[in-house]
């Protein structure tokens, strides 16, 4: 208790500290955004000028965000694709002048995962980004700092290039790399996100959270990673029970000698928590208010698809915990940060990023002329294009944000979905080219062709559910497939099957259509004012975005 205490004390020094060091700079960007957001776009480009992506478009010569328009269109992960593997292939600046230190990889919209390089400066603003927020959340209760931190995050190396370069997550290297004053609260050590088996990591996890009662802060990118933990309660709940009593955990000779060796000095429960599981644990249904009543907060995405996990998890919730929104993050870059727990409202980073906005419906009418981020106005909904220290410049993010508020003179803005042709229900990120390529090699390996098909995204049962019209179907065809479609979109999409190997991600539903559901949608499209000469259907979408019932069109006995 006197370590918690003193602890606790060193914390809320380190907090103040916060106060002049973080926070109020932070503050002085937010009250004049337009002098922040153009001095960090020249030097940026100032400090890669001589790159080959630099020296192609000019950075020498531009000296406004107008000249920077005029030299550089707007790019996507393939356009700059070259760019980062020429650089991590010959060591030379392709498209940075400092040598990346790592890559966060995401899935891409081809069969090749994307790279994002990770630089020494981006880590340390993403270190820096992520003490302001845990600056906002302290600010707001800060008992929510004072007892355990359960947090669960990606690993932070994955694996290595030929060249040894690592490749991994952001948020991992950060967690594993935060002071020692704050890894002294963890609940999880980093090593065990290492586990590859999701059912025995998320094990391994629940077993060291339910030794500690005093965990007050809980956070995950996505909810459904706390609705994963639910059911691995549900289902163990008997063997976790009987390992806590011993002390031990059965399947310790399943895991490495790192995660075995950092965890096993956790598995110790004292007695008064003993008491108190045994009786928790022989009761039908626990939920995380019983086991952790001093819970206060959760900190999490609450924006978008992932609302409807969240509303389900907070059913288990005490009922004074707070949750937060982990703000605009991908691996592309952190794009807000939370400074109103109350409203949930995310500043963006313009101390660290340079930020682009095109109006919702001027983008998809062709119309790109871009926007400031003192120009765009609460309520309204825009695409994002991005420019950050790490090469990304002017990059389409294909992602659709709100305008919620303001903060000082600058607006505050939360995800709300990807764009088109993009579908996104626990992080898979799945792209409609991925998509028809996995169709058209489905459909050259069984011998089956579809006439008519459509990927839809159900996010309440965190499905995909794909309606297809063959042409000439034969006896356990649409089964047949189904399972190959599911085997190549985990080929194209490492996300989609991490996410389909965790069970957070359901199992691809396929229906079986009748000859002429085609047809019937592209009426339907027609009469709700489609022009027949410019009629295409989007082959990847959301259930809330279709509109069509194709249940009515089901082959009678299909599956």
Not at 202 to 223: C, D, H
Not at 420 to 438: D, F, M, P, R
Not at 485 to 508: D, P, T, W
């Amino acid at each position: 208790m006197l370590r918690d205490a003193l602890t606790n004390r060193l914390l809320w020094a380190r907090m103040q500290m916060f106060t002049w060091t973080h926070w109020r700079p932070f503050v002085k960007a937010a009250q004049a955004p337009v002098d922040t957001q153009e001095r960090l776009l020249l030097r940026i480009l100032g400090h890669n000028r001589m790159t080959k992506f630099g020296q192609a478009h000019g950075f020498d010569q531009v000296r406004s965000y107008r000249d920077f328009v005029a030299s550089v269109p707007i790019q996507s992960y393939e356009s700059l694709r070259p760019f980062i593997e020429e650089q991590e292939r010959t060591g030379a600046p392709a498209l940075n002048a400092d040598a990346p230190v790592m890559y966060a990889q995401t899935s891409g919209t081809t069969g090749q995962p994307k790279l994002i390089p990770l630089l020494e400066s981006t880590l340390a603003l993403h270190k820096r980004s992520q003490a302001i927020q845990s600056y906002v959340q302290f600010k707001t209760d800060p008992r929510a700092y004072y007892g355990k931190l359960f947090g669960i995050v990606s690993l932070a190396e994955e694996g290595r290039l030929e060249s040894g370069t690592p490749y991994g997550s952001a948020s991992g290297h950060v967690y594993k790399n935060m002071p020692k004053l704050a890894r002294a609260k963890y609940v999880i050590p980093h090593q065990v996100f290492a586990i590859e088996d999701y059912d025995l990591k998320y094990l391994v996890i629940l077993r060291l959270a339910l030794v500690q009662r005093n965990i007050t802060f809980l956070g995950s990118a996505n909810p459904s990673t706390f609705l994963k933990l639910v059911s691995v309660l549900e289902a163990r709940r008997e063997e976790l029970r009987e390992d806590i009593r011993h002390d031990g955990f059965r399947h310790l000779d399943k895991l490495s000698g790192e995660v075995r060796a950092a965890i096993e000095p956790r598995l110790r429960c004292e007695p008064a928590r003993l008491g108190e599981l045994q009786k928790l644990l022989g009761s039908p249904a626990p939920k995380f208010a019983d086991l952790w009543p001093n819970l206060r907060l959760v900190n999490t995405w609450t924006g978008g698809s992932c609302g409807i996990a969240l509303a389900a998890f907070q059913t288990h919730l005490p009922p004074t915990t707070r949750t937060a929104e982990l703000g605009y993050l991908s691996s592309e870059f952190r794009g807000t940060i939370t400074v109103d727990i109350e409203r949930n409202w995310g500043a963006p980073t313009i101390h660290e990023n340079f930020f682009e906005f095109v109006e919702r419906e001027d983008w998809e009418e062709g119309d790109k002329n871009p926007l400031m981020v003192d120009a765009i106005e609460e309520g309204k909904e825009y695409y994002l294009i991005v420019t950050t220290g790490a090469g990304l410049y002017r990059y389409f993010m294909n992602d659709i944000i709100s305008v919620t508020g303001r903060f000082h003179a600058t607006p505050t803005i939360r995800f709300m979905q990807k764009g088109k042709g993009v579908t996104n229900i626990t992080g898979e990120k799945l792209y409609e080219s991925q998509v028809i390529s996995a169709v058209r090699a489905a459909e050259d390996e069984i011998g089956v062709r579809a006439t008519f098909f459509m990927m839809i995204a159900n996010v309440e049962e965190s499905t995909y559910r794909l309606v297809m019209e063959l042409s000439e179907p034969n006896d356990g065809s649409p089964d047949r497939m189904r399972d190959v479609i599911e085997r190549k979109l985990a080929e194209v999409n490492v996300e989609y099957a991490a996410k389909r190997a965790s069970g957070r991600l359901h199992e691809l539903e396929l229906m079986d259509m009748r000859p002429g559901t085609g047809e019937a949608y592209k009426r339907h499209c027609l009469d709700r004012g489609q022009r027949e000469a410019q009629f295409k259907f989007i082959a990847l979408q959301y259930q809330d975005d279709c509109g069509f019932s194709f249940g009515d069109y089901r082959n009678t006995g299909s599956n």
